[in-house]
């Protein structure tokens, strides 16, 4: 069993860059893929963007494309979210998660462990 901690959420002004992170708690963190969900209220979880075990390959969604990046430190055991330019509907619940399939997964079915979220909510 794979425990994900996700931190770095809070409330931010619109044009904010804040940084998610996530800790796993495995030696094998780089055996996985990781990618970020988000879920905003009355919306369905949504994908945002995943990064290979190497790190050397990532996808994202194409609303946060030139404003997210996503990273890791396999040394650290944690996967990153650099968000720039933040916009009002980013606000949602940020979930990191992790998959021991191949390819850059977009589909939250392919993902086996979670984390509880953090929250991030951009004022306008």
């Known amino acids: 069993q794979v425990q994900l901690v996700e931190s770095g959420g809070g409330s931010v002004q619109a044009g904010g860059s804040p940084r998610l992170s996530c800790a796993a708690s495995?030696?094998?963190?780089?055996?996985?893929?990781m990618c970020w969900f988000r879920q905003a209220p009355g919306k369905e979880r949504e994908f945002v963007s995943v990064?290979?075990?190497?790190?050397?390959?990532?996808y994202q969604r194409d609303s946060v494309q030139g404003r997210f990046v996503i990273s890791r430190d396999n040394a650290k055991n944690t996967v990153y979210l650099q968000m720039n330019d933040l916009k009002p509907e980013d606000t949602a619940l940020y979930y990191c998660?992790?998959?021991?399939?191949?390819?850059?997964?977009?589909?939250?079915?392919?993902?086996?462990?979670w984390g509880q979220g953090t929250q991030v909510t951009v004022a306008s």
């Open positions: 990064i290979s075990r190497s790190g050397g390959d990532t």
């Open positions: 998660a992790a998959a021991t399939t191949y390819g850059l997964a977009s589909d939250a079915g392919r993902y086996i462990y």
């Open positions: 495995t030696h094998a963190f780089s055996t996985y893929i």
